[in-house]
């Protein structure tokens, strides 16, 4: 995959981060494979996703990770130089074209040192604040956003998130940069009201994980058409970690299993339709 120079990017461009909470590598392959995303598909590199290996095995850990400039990594022998990183003797992911930040510990700071308006929109409890541990995340930003119609029980839970968007991107100066981040629960258990015909009884699947992602895909247009009405964006869209249904005997993430470590990921330019 192109690695942009992102000391260019930094500053000239508005950036996206969209985790797709517990997203599985090989249902998001399979599932563009098959023609099944074709809004998210127009937009990935060939039309399909990038096998990497997520920087934590749940959510919380994960993004402490992808905050400090840890994206996940890509499951091939490397080193693998990152996008971002923190500035630290001995780094060897650290490259020409990495943008290295050392007035913060981590790229969301650093990124308002910059002049971004910097911007999280909640999904999975760890971004509810509503506890000591919903704050943690949330308040790296200098704006954020939760409700209980963007957490794991709302089958509407990722159009709530987009209009939130739509609503934070419309609100700010033409001229002010954007880092938006929003990690989508729509995929995370329980996601069994995304797929016609199943119950609470007969619960959670790989089909209707494949299913919540196909609604996310449904949605997913109006975010990026947001995120790039100003001007040029950078995104980049991945799964924080996968998670198991059965596999192997195991359920759920949080533990070391291929289904959990292995994730989709790509990033590409929105170009501005300013």
Avoid at 78 to 99: I, K, M, N, Y
């Amino acid at each position: 995959m192109h690695r942009p120079d992102m000391n260019e990017v930094v500053g000239r461009d508005d950036l996206l981060l969209l985790t797709l909470d517990t997203l599985r590598y090989d249902v998001a392959v399979e599932l563009a494979a098959a023609g099944k995303l074709p809004n998210l598909s127009a937009h990935l590199p060939g039309g399909t996703w990038e096998r990497r290996h997520a920087p934590g095995n749940f959510t919380f850990a994960s993004h402490q990770a992808i905050f400090a400039g840890f994206l996940p990594t890509p499951a091939a022998p490397g080193p693998h130089p990152r996008l971002f990183a923190a500035r630290f003797a001995g780094s060897e992911t650290t490259a020409d074209g990495t943008f290295v930040f050392d007035s913060s510990p981590d790229l969301v700071t650093a990124l308002a040192d910059r002049g971004y308006h910097t911007v999280c929109i909640g999904g999975v409890g760890f971004f509810n604040k509503q506890g000591a541990l919903g704050n943690v995340l949330p308040g790296l930003f200098a704006e954020s956003h939760w409700e209980p119609d963007f957490s794991v029980a709302s089958p509407s839970s990722f159009e709530a998130q987009v209009a939130c968007a739509e609503k934070v991107v419309a609100d700010l100066p033409a001229e002010q940069r954007l880092f938006l981040f929003l990690n989508a629960s729509a995929l995370h258990q329980p996601n069994w009201f995304h797929l016609p015909g199943a119950t609470r009884e007969t619960g959670d699947s790989r089909e209707t994980h494949a299913a919540a992602l196909q609604y996310i895909d449904g949605q997913i247009s109006r975010l990026f058409d947001a995120v790039r009405s100003r001007r040029r964006c950078f995104a980049i869209v991945c799964s924080d970690h996968g998670t198991a249904y059965g596999d192997d005997g195991y359920t759920g993430h949080r533990l070391g299993h291929e289904s959990v470590w292995t994730v989709p990921y790509s990033h590409f330019f929105l170009e501005s339709s300013a």
